[in-house]
């Protein structure tokens, strides 16, 4: 079913690992510079894919014939992959759409067991996905949303937080790092506080988990949500883990085939979980292109990753501090390769149109961030969000078009 993976990569590798990318190698001009809204796929993965539809492909957990079972132990390596990546137990493992369905799943199963008055802290830092199924939950509940709110420099307001903590308090909702701005809260001690006041935390890696291999058993987090299309994968498959004792006592949130132990008209039981959370059939392909992204990051050496992507974001920084009338967006606090941009005399719209017109790819608008662009006091940014494929010469000519940009919008 595998194509060749490719070994893993000598230092200096941008070049290695962009040849590696398909669109890329179709569109040489293309300076692509929006992987934190999704990310470009490998050959490999595509290839992956591809193989599995052409030689192992059927409906997975019901057929018995041999092709059913390649196609369901295709899929169930996947989950164990996903597992090993994660450094969870497969059983953990959910498979869903994306972080906004694992979310939401939270929200209706574990969230069904709140009551009026619980409350449900939620970052300022958080796309629309962490918070409006939260602000839905409440709706249904009579629990309590509270917001966290974050210090001069955009990062979480650490006194704030631990004010806001009480008896009361049920679930952290936390993002591993902040999409519109690349913001890394500090994690580790905003999950030892809610623990030691007893409450779960969920964290959305929908964007930390681009830039660095997240290790859940050391972080200790009780739910963690990413996406596959933001980490090389294919759209259409996402995750969620859960801690074992806490999904075994959530009910399904949607009912269906694959989800159940037996149904009558009497009533139906449920399976256990993960299957219990996975109703209908499941993003079969899409959990195979999963694992090969999987392996395919695993061939990257990850030191060599973390650096150039340091490197890529220092230079694109200190180069965006030399034009005039740019701020960048809590541009002092720790970030993932991500830096949110406000003009002081341009609309990021007009400079977003200018730089599309010259190749660059970039994104401007909101980001699904409303409370924390408003936290700003603005309501539009231009991002720029950096991946293992972009070169110094995409941070280059990003750098001359905007001045140029500037020059033109002044
Ligand atoms: C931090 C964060 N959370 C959640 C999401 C939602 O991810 P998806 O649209 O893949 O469900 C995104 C997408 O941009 C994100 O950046």
């Known amino acids: 079913m595998d194509s060749q993976c490719p070994a893993p990569f000598p230092a200096g590798f941008a070049d290695t690992v962009r040849s590696q990318f398909p669109l890329l190698q179709q569109n040489p001009d293309l300076v692509y510079l929006d992987s934190a809204a999704s990310s470009q796929k490998p050959q490999y993965v595509l290839d992956t894919e591809q193989a599995f539809y052409t030689s192992s492909y059927a409906n997975v957990h019901r057929g018995s014939y041999a092709l059913a079972s ?40 574990w969230g069904s067991t709140l009551r009026p008055g619980d409350e449900i802290l939620v970052s300022t830092l958080e796309h629309h996905a962490n918070i409006v199924p939260w602000q839905l939950l409440a709706q249904r509940s009579g629990a309590v949303i509270r917001p966290i709110p974050l210090d001069q420099a955009g990062q979480i307001d650490l006194a704030a937080f631990h004010s806001l903590l009480g008896p009361r308090t049920r679930l952290l909702a936390i993002t591993q790092a902040a999409n519109a701005t690349g913001t890394r809260p500090p994690l580790a001690a905003m999950i030892a506080a809610a623990h030691a006041a007893g409450a779960l935390v969920l964290v959305d890696g929908a964007q930390g988990v681009a830039h660095g291999k ?6 200790g987090a009780d ?19 859960g801690r074992r004792d806490l999904l075994a006592h959530m009910p399904p949130w949607q009912g269906g085939g694959e989800m159940i132990a037996s149904v009558s008209f009497a009533g139906s039981s449920f399976a256990a ?17 999963l694992a090969a992204a999987l392996r395919w990051l695993g061939t990257l050496d990850a030191d060599a990753l973390a650096a150039h992507e340091a490197f890529l974001h220092s230079r694109l920084e200190h180069g ?10 809590a541009g002092n606090t720790p970030r993932a390769p991500i830096t949110a941009l406000h003009f002081d005399k341009a609309h990021a719209f007009d400079v977003a149109q200018l730089l599309d017109a010259r190749q660059i790819a ?3 608008g909101q980001h699904c961030a409303q409370p924390l662009l408003a936290h700003f ?31 033109i919008l002044a």
Do not use: M
């Not at 991002?383 to 940009?405: G, K």
């Open 70 to 109: 390649a196609a369901t132990e295709a899929f169930e390596n996947a989950r164990t992959a996903v597992a090993a990546f994660l450094n969870v137990a497969s059983d953990e493992i959910v498979f869903t759409r994306g972080t906004t369905e694992a979310i939401n799943l939270v929200a209706h199963s």
């Open 223 to 241: 739910f963690y949500a990413f996406s596959g299309h933001k980490l090389f994968g294919p759209t259409g498959i996402g995750v969620l883990f």
């Open 214 to 219: 997240p290790d859940l058993a050391a972080l």
């Open 377 to 407: 006091g603005i309501s539009s940014s231009l991002r720029i969000s950096l991946a293992a494929y972009n070169t110094p010469d995409d941070v280059d000519r990003c750098l001359a078009a905007l001045d140029e940009t500037l020059d």
């Open 273 to 289: 979980p993960p299957q219990r959370f996975e109703a209908g059939t499941p993003p079969i392909a899409q959990a195979v292109g």
């Open 320 to 329: 965006l501090q030399q034009l005039r009338g740019v701020r960048i967006l």
């Open 362 to 364: 970039v994104r401007v």
